[in-house]
């Protein structure tokens, strides 16, 4: 049950995405593009997710543990820091150039899309260069 | 290329997506943030515990496209680039960027902001600022 849970919300992200239109680029870009051919649907997309989860996730912190599991993997930090800031910005430059975020790439990659496929072996890449640059930066706030 | 207005299945599949954060959170614990699940089991320090449970949500993820093509019997609509060079530095910066940065679209922008979280709320006006800027820049100063 705990394998088909999981199975099941991969699923229903990689069908969200698809249903969304997320996980076309031109879309995604359409959207970021104000000055040019603009495409509010992703706008859409992120109230239709909110609308769920911010509810959802209310309800499910009522319970003290998981069904599955013991404890919540929550992430407990509130401080800013550079690396927050620099790493945000780096990825929205990125975002903005393919179109592409890391869960559409994904989804994307069984349409074998020659882009898709330059894509994500490059951003696996960079995410293990970045692991192994991880260490903790002074706070700024 | 202009693309279609749509928002009803937005909206709809934005729903799916927070569905799919929910049963994470409920039956594991979990936040659905793909580029924290993808990172976790890459080099150098592979998250062993969490192992199997990260590659089931992928192989679900991967799963989609195949179904939804035998649920509709055509392929999702898509138009990707295919200048190689630029998504190969597209992606660099993706995976690099939500690394440094603890998340992405999905880890920031749907469940952290549904958490409330203030880092979360500054990652993402920071990357859709910047995303911003560059499609405007990509589009209208190189481009055109």
């Not at chain 2, 909206?11 to 990172?39: K, N, Q």
């Amino acid at each position: 049950m705990h394998i088909f849970s999981t199975l099941f919300a991969g699923l229903l992200f990689g069908i969200g995405l698809i249903l969304s239109g997320m996980a076309n680029p031109a879309k995604v870009q359409n959207f970021l593009d104000l000055f040019g051919t603009w495409d509010p649907s992703l706008a859409f997309v992120m109230g239709g997710a909110i609308m769920v989860t911010m509810p959802g996730f209310w309800l499910v912190r009522k319970r003290s543990t998981p069904l599955f599991h013991d404890v919540f993997h929550l992430p407990a930090r509130t401080d800013f820091d550079a690396r927050l800031v620099v790493g945000a910005a780096t990825f929205g430059i990125g975002w903005g150039l393919g179109g592409f975020c890391p869960g559409p790439a994904l989804t994307s990659l069984p349409l074998a899309a020659s882009g898709t496929l330059f894509f994500v072996p490059a951003m696996l890449v960079g995410m293990v260069i970045a692991k192994y640059t991880a260490a903790p930066s002074p706070k700024i706030l | 290329m202009e693309t279609e207005f749509t928002p009803l299945t937005s909206l709809l599949g934005g729903g799916l997506i927070g569905l799919s954060a929910v049963v994470l959170l409920a039956a594991h614990g979990r936040i659905a943030g793909i580029s924290g699940i993808v990172s976790r089991i890459l080099p150098p320090s592979i998250d062993k515990a969490g192992l199997p449970q990260e590659i089931i949500f992928l192989i679900g993820l991967l799963l989609a496209a195949p179904l939804w093509f035998a649920l509709t019997g055509a392929a999702p609509v898509q138009l990707v680039s295919n200048n190689g060079l630029l998504l190969v530095i597209a992606g660099l910066l993706v995976g690099f960027g939500s690394v440094i940065g603890n998340g992405c679209t999905s880890g920031h922008g749907v469940c952290g902001i549904s958490r409330g979280s203030a880092r979360s709320i500054a990652a993402t006006m920071t990357f859709m600022a910047t995303a911003f800027v560059t499609v405007f820049v990509l589009r209208h100063v190189v481009g055109g």
